[in-house]
Structure formats: structure tokens, C-alpha cells
């Protein structure tokens, strides 16, 4: 973990939810015809508001788009025999694993559940790795990746939340809203949605776990998603657009949709090239020892 602000910080917390901010912001300013507020004290809040935002964006990003696909992180699917990414490297680093942490990360057999254990092996063997090279400080090329791609998860879901809120001013239609009731509506989601992302799984053995997980991301996807374009909605309530604003509104949610497809595609890249520095930095280490 990075202990002190540097880079990981702006790009994994910062820009995604400075996006996020001004996405939520952009509705006021069309009708208003007004740029955002540059002054020093305004700024100084909205870098505060925006770290503080995006732990919580990240937090919910973590949940939306999981690195593991269909259960299984990059960092064990690499470690597959007819993967090829680590290409020739791949048996080294497994005999590595094995005489450095005294750990197999080979199936010992085909079942479903010894691979279900050789991939919690695997995850085990490759943190390890990571605070190996860590401790010798020679962690920065992979970390570079890690900020990276943290920071094309939280653009992807600032871009995603920010299309849905958009979507919600444009939606709307005069009504006549009760207020209370809409705000006891948020309050419920809201809540549903912290319960969500704190949930321990601790307890769970890997299969069960991961069955909760996609259950409970799905919800914790479908909660901030409803806000998001409920709360559009109901902020058109009490200042609708006209035709030209929502037609610039459109616009801005054809392009956060944009946003969000490309950041998916770079997400996934760089997610993959942080697991692969790791590893070859992790072999570079002990070649060079």
C-alpha cells in the first residue's frame, strides 16, 4: 500500500473524481451559461471534495468491475499452462514460487475445487511477490501500471455514474414530485448501498465468497446507478432544461458513454501489464540476487 500522497493518489482518486464532479455539475452550468467558480477557496474545496469522493468511487468501481473475471484474478489465470503471456517465464516463475515461498501453484489435479485452491495459492504467491519487491523497493515500474489502471477504473465509473445522472435531467418530464418521499428514496438506496460495501467476507470459504461478491456487486451496481439517474431527475424538477440544454446534455452523455467503453478497454490493458511487470520484475530480483 502507498503511504504518502504521490501519484497513485491523483490518478486513482483525484482525476476520476474530478470528472465525476464536474459531470454532476454540468447540468448548472448550462443553464446557468457559467464556467466553474476559479477561485483559490473554491478550489481548495473541490480538491478536498474530489480525494474524498474518489475512495468512495474507487470503492464502488472495486465492485462494478472486479479485476477477477468469472472468479479468477490475471495474476492466476497467467499462471495457466496454455497461457502465454508470461510465455517462457512461466515455468521459471513457478519453480520460484515454489523454493522462495514454499508454495505449488500447480493444480494437483482437474477438479473444479483444487483449482479453486490453486488459484487462492497463486493470489497468496503473487502478493507475497509483491511485498518482496516492495521491501526491496523495486516495485515503481509495476506501481506505475497499478496507478494506471486504478485510474482508468474510476474514469470508467465516474464516466458510467455521470452518463446515467445526465440521462436523468434529460428524462424528465413536469411532475409533481413530493419531496419527502423522493428524499426517503435516496436514503434507503444509500443506505442498501453502504451496507454493500462493507459486507465481510471474510467467513466464506472461495466458492461462497465469490458467489456473494457478484451478488452483491450487482446490487451495489444497480443502487448507485439509481441514484445516479433518479437524482438526475429529480434535480430537473426544480430546474428544468430547456430544448438546447438537453440537446448539449445528450451530447454529454454520448460522450461520457464513449468515455467509459475506451477506459474499459485501457483498464483491462494495464491490469494486465501491472500483473506482468510483477512478475518479471519479481524474477529480474532474483536473477540479479
Sequence with gaps: ??????????????????????????????????????????????????YLAGHFLQAWANRAYPLAEQGRYPSSRMLDRDDRRLAAKRDELVRLMQSEFGINVEPVDSSEPERIRADDRRDVAFLLARQRLIAR?????????????????????????????????????????????????????????AMGLRLDDAGLSSPDRRTQEAIRARVVIACILAVAGFGGWLLAEFWPPNGNARIILLAA????????????????HYSIEFVKAVYRSFLELKRGS
Excluded at 500500500?1 to 465525476?20: C, H, K, Q, T
Excluded at 467503453?261 to 485501457?266: E, F, K, L
Aim: net charge negative; glycine share 8%.
Design 253 to 268: 452523455v454520448i460522450g461520457a458513454s464513449a468515455l467509459a467503453i475506451q477506459s474499459a478497454g485501457s483498464y483491462h
Design 1 to 50: 500500500m502507498i503511504e504518502r500522497f504521490n501519484f497513485y493518489d491523483v490518478f486513482g482518486f483525484f482525476i476520476p473524481a474530478s470528472l465525476l464532479l464536474l459531470i454532476l455539475w454540468l447540468p448548472f452550468g448550462v443553464l446557468s451559461r457559467a464556467l466553474p467558480p476559479a477561485d483559490l477557496s473554491s478550489t481548495i474545496v473541490v480538491v478536498i471534495v474530489s
Design 137 to 193: 523497493q523495486r516495485v515503481g515500474y509495476a506501481e506505475q501500471f497499478e496507478g494506471l489502471y486504478t485510474m482508468m477504473r474510476g474514469i470508467m465509473a465516474a464516466s458510467t455514474i455521470g452518463a446515467v445522472y445526465l440521462f436523468g435531467w434529460i428524462a424528465h418530464v413536469p411532475v409533481s414530485v413530493p419531496v419527502d418521499a423522493a428524499a426517503l428514496v435516496l436514503v434507503v438506496v444509500v443506505w442498501f448501498t
